[in-house]
């Protein structure tokens, strides 16, 4: 497998995309859109530019100055988003889905910093939603340090079941689904908004509803918040005891946090940390415990974002400029999903170090994707 292999796996009009973007606006030096492709993923896979340089004369007897190819790697980036939008929009392998689910899209939503390295500090941020039994991207944004964490950052449609962590639990982000006509399950901070019963009496979590209950009990009440001053809106909270283990372990992490920072954490957060609680808009055909479960999936997202930083060196950013940083982030971000089209395809049939791989039953996401531009 070469190169060429790796670009059948592109979008049809890939290449008329190139000029409509203005990727390639003239035929000098790099004659055509797949070179000009294989050397940006070149570049993006951790290759100097004096690599680049190199490695465009030595195989493709292409003469170009540093300069001049980050000028066009930069003018690469809107082609970089149109080809991840559409990798994104082709579907791939469907994993087994339990029949309560089969309806939805069920995505987790997280968003992960990406620092550069070197004298010159940049932040960026990437917003993401995983599609996770079908694991693959549904969506992602790559934005300055200055977007926070929201759900105004992804489109939401009504099929959706949305899995997120503290961040995103908030009266805007429930709105937003509930806009939507999507359904959410949640982990919420305790105090991040206040609660009220039925009658519109304030809820406290730790005093009116966590110390009630057991160990290997599970609390499934519904509750109530406003979205504005007048209305009550219901939600359904589901809360469990934490084991021994995982309590000592929280406890002591928040000495460690008072003792860091100097500060008095109250005897209301240290109780609450004893617990775990989410809210859902699920009905009651999904059991506490299932919910409990679906949440624990969110960690597929955790773990991607692991593997971009780690096996793609998503973090290590080369370039100076803000322009030129973006595109080398969208081009990596390009290399994974191709990566993880051609893990979902059917058709994909591993030879050489890949299929070597596959036979010790490795990984086949850890092996070193520069193979690709090797020539024989």
């Known amino acids: 497998m070469d190169m060429s292999d790796v670009l059948k796996y592109l979008p049809e009009d890939c290449w008329k995309a190139c000029w409509d973007t203005k990727a390639m606006q003239r035929k000098k030096g790099i004659q055509n859109e797949k070179q000009l492709l294989t050397l940006c993923m070149y570049y993006a896979y951790d290759k100097s530019l004096i690599d680049t340089r190199i490695y465009a004369m030595s195989f493709h007897s292409i003469a170009i100055t540093d300069v001049g190819f980050m000028k066009r790697f930069a003018n690469c980036n809107d082609w ?176 460690k946090k008072q003792s860091k920072k100097q500060t008095v954490i109250s005897d209301d957060t240290k109780l609450s940390h004893n617990y775990f609680f989410v809210l859902t808009s699920l009905n009651e055909e999904f059991t506490a415990d299932e919910i409990f479960k679906l949440y624990r999936l969110r960690w597929q997202a955790e773990m991607l974002f692991k593997r971009y930083k780690s096996i793609l060196n998503l973090g290590s950013l080369p370039t100076k400029t803000a322009k030129s940083s973006e595109a080398w982030l969208n081009c990596k971000m390009m290399i994974a999903l191709l990566i993880e089209k051609m893990l979902s395809s059917v058709d994909f049939s591993p030879c050489g170090e890949c299929k070597k791989q596959l036979e010790r039953n490795e990984d086949i996401v850890q092996f070193d994707f520069s193979m690709f531009f090797q020539h024989k």
């Open 80 to 255: 970089f988003k149109w080809i991840n939008r559409h990798l994104i929009e082709e579907r791939t392998a469907i994993y087994n889905i339990p029949e309560k689910l089969k309806s939805k899209r069920v995505i987790a939503i997280d968003a992960s910093k990406i620092v550069s390295k070197g004298a010159v500090k940049q932040t960026w941020c990437l917003h993401y939603a995983f599609e996770l039994f079908s694991m693959s991207t549904a969506e992602f944004h790559i934005t300055s340090q200055e977007v926070g964490e929201t759900l105004d950052n992804f489109t939401l449609r009504a099929d959706d079941l949305v899995i997120a962590d503290r961040a995103y639990a908030t009266i805007t982000g429930i709105e937003r689904c509930s806009n939507s006509e999507a359904d959410f399950i949640m982990r919420v901070r305790n105090k991040a908004f206040k609660l009220y019963d039925e009658s519109g009496n304030d809820i406290k979590l730790t005093e009116d509803l966590l110390q009630n209950i057991t160990d290997n009990e599970c609390l499934d009440k519904i509750i109530y918040y406003k979205p504005d001053r007048k209305n009550l809106k219901p939600v359904r909270l589901c809360a469990v005891k934490k084991s021994d283990e995982e309590i000592a372990y929280e406890q002591a992490e928040l000495r």
